[in-house]
């Protein structure tokens, strides 16, 4: 059983940045690959970011890529997202997500495919 608690998030102007962290409990971080999905007022769940058990691979929807950054420090068994130039349309619950694999090279953006979540926290973007 993971436990995925959250911290960060809150209120900004657009061009802002913001950091959202997910902190794990229960077991080794390092034996899941993380996700960060989003959900809009109205909208369907959707997939931000995943990064893989060590870190090495990365994966991001276009919308956020260039502004959006996904990381892990498996030694504070705690992942992160760091997000810049942050723009109205980021405005969600952010929520992130753990998927167990055995192998280091995998990513996962399927939100079905995650074992765990966390609670989401609310970003909101105003002009």
């Known amino acids: 059983q993971v436990q995925l608690v959250k911290s960060g998030g809150g209120s900004v102007q657009a061009g802002d940045s913001l950091r959202v962290s997910c902190a794990a409990s229960?077991?080794?971080?390092?034996?899941?690959?993380m996700g960060w999905f989003r959900q809009a007022p109205g909208k369907d769940r959707e997939f931000v970011a995943t990064?893989?058990?060590?870190?090495?691979?990365?994966l991001y929807t276009d919308s956020v890529k260039g502004r959006f950054t996904i990381s892990r420090d498996n030694a504070k068994n705690t992942m992160y997202l760091q997000m810049n130039s942050l723009k109205l349309e980021d405005t969600a619950i952010y929520s992130c997500?753990?998927?167990?694999?055995?192998?280091?090279?995998?990513?996962?953006?399927?939100?079905?495919?995650?074992?765990?979540w966390g609670q989401g926290t609310q970003v909101t973007v105003s002009s």
């Open positions: 229960g077991r080794t971080l390092s034996s899941y690959v």
């Open positions: 997500a753990a998927a167990r694999r055995d192998w280091n090279m995998v990513l996962v953006r399927r939100h079905n495919e995650y074992d765990y």
């Open positions: 990064i893989s058990r060590s870190g090495a691979m990365r």
